[in-house]
């Protein structure tokens, strides 16, 4: 399955951006999709994960009740809402399929190419 990420862009600090990451087949139920980010110097990060076959999801410290992951099943694609947004949110974005419910990279084997977000102060 390839993951191609898109809805980018530029928004001023406290807006907001929706994230799609549309795989090119079926998301088995199985599968736990994530959204990571890489900002400029710095290591690549996990920001939220889904279980796809309960919806139950996982979020970093830095994004819990600003962003929310979602996914839809028959379109076959992620999304990560994103809100309340700050210059430090300033990244390439990054969605993932795995099969482990984890906050891990290595635990994400097919990854999209990303999407770069900026945010001006």
């Known amino acids: 399955v390839q993951l191609q990420a898109s809805g980018g862009g530029l928004v001023q600090a406290e807006g907001s951006l929706r994230l799609s990451c549309a795989a090119s087949?079926?998301?088995?139920?199985?599968?736990?999709m994530g959204w990571f980010r890489q900002a400029p110097g710095k290591k690549r990060e996990f920001l939220a994960a889904?279980?796809?076959?309960?919806?139950?999801?996982l979020y970093a410290d830095s994004v819990k009740g600003r962003f929310t992951i979602s996914g839809d099943s028959r379109e076959n694609t992620l999304h990560l809402q994103m809100n309340s947004l700050k210059p430090e949110d300033t990244a390439v974005y990054y969605c993932?399929?795995?099969?482990?419910?984890?906050?891990?990279?290595?635990?994400?084997?097919?990854w999209g190419q990303g999407t770069l977000v900026t945010v001006s102060s």
């Open positions: 087949g079926r998301i088995f139920s199985s599968s736990v």
């Open positions: 993932a399929r795995g099969s482990q419910y984890s906050t891990q990279q290595s635990d994400y084997s097919s």
């Open positions: 889904i279980r796809w076959s309960t919806r139950a999801t």
